[in-house]
Each structure stands twice: as C-alpha cells, then as structure tokens.
C-alpha cells in the first residue's frame, strides 16, 4: 500500500510558465514533507522541504505548498526552464521512520 | 559531486548470481540508507545502519543482506539473484538532519 502517491507520471509545460506537480499521501504521522530532483544518471537530489506544522515553504523559483485536511502537496516551478526537466520524487518522513517516496514525476520544460 | 561514492556504477550478472554493491558515505555522515528503484516505481527503502549498527530495515528480502563497517562503509550483498532484482540501487547517508539524505549516482544491476 502506497503511503505516498505520484498520480502524474509525466508533465510537460512551456518554458516561462507554470509547473505544478502534485503528491498525495496517507499517513497522518508524517513530519516533513520533502521534493528530491533527478536526472538521468544521477542519485536524487534534495530540492526543498516543508514541515507538517507549515502549510507553505518557499525558496527562489520553488514554492511547497502543504494542505493538510487534503493530504496533498505540491510543488510549484515558476518560471519553468529547460533545465528544470528531471523527474521529481515526492518524499515523506514519518515520527519514527525513514524516506518515503513516491513514484516520481518527469516534468518536461519546452523551449 | 554529492559526496556520497557508489561502485560499481554498472553490473551485469546471471541469475543465481551473488553481487556486492559498495558504498562510502559523506565525511562525516554516520547513517547510512540503502534504496532500490525498479522499473516505474519509486525508490523503496531497504535498510539503514548507524554507526556500524542495523537501525531500521524495510522491504528487503532475505536473500539481501547488508553491513556497515568501522570506516563507516557499507555494502549490500545480493544473492540468489533474479530477474526481477534487476533495478537501480542507491546508497544515500545522513549527519541526522531530516533534510540531509545525500544521494550516490547509484549502481545499475541487471540480471540476466
């Protein structure tokens, strides 16, 4: 059983606009809410966090919104660049616990 | 460079096979965790050791072992592979800050 879920497993958007990857989970224990980046060939990579008592974390282009009641976060990519294509892992860690992940989504930022 | 040395970067063996999978954590970093990402899934945790102790383990199988050493080295066995072991394997470690998970680039296993 899922505890993180990834519905999207791809996005594509314009450079300059908008991204918004969403993640939803199950467990109500989790205390950190975290987004790790990808690219191919390479390990993930901490993008940015967010605690279970915030409802939103930001930091430059990035901004981590949380709703609690939902059980859903996202990410927020603005703007988009090309360089931001990678695939973006969901994580959550638990009280007593370590990372887990969802399955990811590949964002595509087109030029 | 994220400081954190997997080897080897690629493996190719036959099933029935036994492999090793090495890993050197970020100086100073005492946990250790390693993950497996098969095909379309996400990364799903194995096990973690501290400080050369097992301190939580999750969805490994009992043919996967793994150890970590005085130097704080780590490396998963494989044995008795599969097929379906064939997967990304990525060692990452931790200084304890939730936000700390260094990721290695990872060893790909295939098994044929």
């Known amino acids: 059983d899922q505890q993180v879920k990834q519905n999207s497993p791809s996005l594509s958007v314009q450079e300059g606009r908008i991204s918004i990857l969403n993640c939803d989970y199950t467990?109500?224990?989790?205390?950190?809410f975290l987004w790790y980046k990808k690219y191919p060939a390479e390990g993930p990579t901490f993008l940015i966090s967010i605690s279970s008592i915030k409802d939103k974390n930001e930091d430059g282009r990035f901004t981590v919104f949380l709703n609690k009641s939902a059980k859903h976060l996202s990410l927020h990519i603005v703007p988009s660049q090309p360089g931001d294509s990678a695939v973006y892992f969901c994580a959550a860690i638990p009280t007593q616990g370590n990372l887990i992940f969802g399955k990811g989504t590949k964002l595509s930022v087109k030029p | 460079d994220s400081g954190v040395t997997q080897t080897p970067k690629h493996l190719i063996t036959a099933t029935g096979q036994r492999v090793t999978l090495r890993c050197s954590p970020r100086s100073g970093d005492l946990s250790v965790y390693w993950y497996q990402q098969s095909l379309d899934q996400g990364l799903q945790f194995l096990i973690q050791?501290?400080?050369?102790?097992?301190?939580a383990k999750g969805n490994i199988l009992e043919r996967f072992s793994a150890q970590q050493f005085p130097d704080l080295h780590s490396e998963l066995n494989l044995s008795s592979l599969e097929l379906g072991d064939s997967a990304l394997y990525f060692c990452a470690s931790s200084g304890g800050d939730v936000t700390g998970y260094t990721f290695g680039s990872g060893t790909r296993l295939t098994v044929v």
């Open positions: 050791y501290y400080n050369g102790e097992e301190r």
């Open positions: 467990n109500s224990m989790f205390d950190y």
